[in-house]
């Protein structure tokens, strides 16, 4: 069984910083993608980033340069630092762990983070 534990939500201001952080615990198998994904009321939950075991990222176009995904494969934690949040970043941030050779993806419950002044 796969656990996905986000951390690091809260209130902060427009213009300031967060750091969010993933830990994954359980079988999990050591080719694999783990990405953030948000979901601000009313709306679908949209993608941000992910980075592979190898160390490749994307993000989505939206990000800009504000939004930093990074890993640490011995630890299976990933971390997303936002920058130069704006009010329209207020969501739900999730992370997600796919498995892609094994046909598995996993999900964390969520942390929220309001900007907000």
């Known amino acids: 069984q796969v656990q996905l534990v986000e951390s690091g939500g809260g209130l902060v201001q427009p213009g300031g910083s967060v750091r969010l952080s993933c830990a994954a615990s359980?079988?999990?198998?050591?080719?694999?993608?783990m990405a953030w994904y948000r979901q601000a009321p009313g709306k679908q939950r949209e993608y941000i980033a992910a980075?592979?075991?190898?160390?490749?990222?994307r993000y989505a176009d939206f990000v800009k340069g504000r939004f930093t995904i990074s890993r640490d494969n011995a630890k299976n934690t990933a971390d997303l630092q936002m920058n130069s949040l704006k009010r329209e970043d207020t969501a739900v941030y999730y992370c997600?762990?796919?498995?892609?050779?094994?046909?598995?993806?996993?999900w964390g419950n969520g942390t929220l983070v309001t900007v907000s002044s």
């Open positions: 997600n762990l796919d498995l892609w050779t094994l046909g598995m993806n996993y």
């Open positions: 359980g079988n999990i198998f050591p080719i694999n993608a």
């Open positions: 980075i592979t075991s190898s160390g490749n990222i």
